[in-house]
């Protein structure tokens, strides 16, 4: 057994698991008691072992009662280590890295300095929204991609000569990188967003090379579903054949799933950043290969 200890974190137990297990690492798990007032309390089951320590703590909801466990459990790990790594496999927040209407607060950036105040060696997260959200970090950083193994598990559906739809221009980079590690070809929808309401528009017209395909959605992320039920309505009309949908973290929030099932498409498959059962496509490997 190698001189690492992997904490898991209430909201990603089974993934710190399966990273402790590829790194040979020792294991401890993590209790959460909530007194009456809604206060979280946090206990680690053990003592890590001399060496690196990987804190395993995703940010999905609640988001700041999940943030504060990964900082309670940074914290606790620097007791024991100087080299604490923090594993963020979905990053809630990201989102905010920057000020879209004045007034608002960039929480990167705040979050940025709460990590460099807790004497973090580095922060690794999958699929980072942005990579402005990921260039607020004062510290060392990585973000891994999903995107290779989405693709191995979309490769066994074997579809035929499917083509990959981004449904935001912003989304074009990890569309084409899908399309091209399958082997296909991609296109992306123009989509617009009230910055206000956070409804959602497809303002793309006619697309004939949609026509009779099957198509596979690719997004980092899908929270309320509206970008995805937009496009595959969009898409539907278009004439096209089967829509699925390939994203890194499903949050899936307000029965999300039922609503894009409703909008035609036939699966989602997610990874494993967020547990689900959507998170079909284990990110253990990428992340155990990040830290070595
Ligand atoms: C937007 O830029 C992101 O890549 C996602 O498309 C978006 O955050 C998903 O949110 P929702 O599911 O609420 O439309």
Do not use: W
């Amino acid at each position: 057994m190698k001189n690492f200890t992997v904490i898991g974190g209430n909201a990603s137990e089974d993934l710190a698991k399966k990273i402790a297990k590829k790194l040979d690492a020792k294991y401890l798990k993590s209790n959460l008691r909530i007194f009456p007032d809604g206060e979280g309390k946090i206990t680690i089951n053990g003592k890590p072992k001399k060496g690196k320590i990987i804190v395993v703590q995703a940010t999905y909801p609640p988001v700041d009662s999940n943030l504060i466990q990964l900082f309670s459990l940074i914290s606790k790990a620097k007791q024991y280590s100087s080299n604490v790594i923090a594993v963020i496999p979905y990053f809630g927040y990201a989102r905010q890295d920057r000020e879209f209407l004045q007034g608002e607060i960039i929480t990167m950036k705040v979050l940025a300095k709460i990590f460099k105040g807790l004497g973090l060696s580095k922060i690794i997260i999958v699929d980072i929204h942005s990579k402005l959200a990921i260039n607020h970090f004062k510290i060392k950083s990585k973000n891994v991609s999903a995107v290779p193994q989405l693709v191995k598990y979309f490769k066994k559906l074997r579809l035929n000569e499917p083509l990959v739809v981004s449904p935001d221009l912003g989304g074009s980079q990890r569309a084409k990188d899908f399309a091209k590690i399958y082997g296909t070809n991609f296109i992306a929808l123009k989509k617009q967003r009230n910055k206000k309401t956070g409804k959602v528009l497809i303002k793309s017209s006619n697309l004939n090379e949609v026509k009779g395909k099957d198509l596979i959605l690719v997004d980092d992320m899908i929270s309320t579903g509206g970008s995805i039920i937009k496009a595959a309505q969009f898409l539907k009309k278009q004439k096209c054949k089967r829509v699925f949908v390939a994203c890194t973290h499903a949050l899936l929030m307000n029965n999300a799933e039922k609503k894009i099932r409703k909008a035609g498409v036939s699966q989602i498959i997610s990874a494993n950043t967020i547990p689900g059962n959507t998170a079909l496509v284990d990110v253990s490997e990428i992340i155990a290969k990040a830290i070595v």
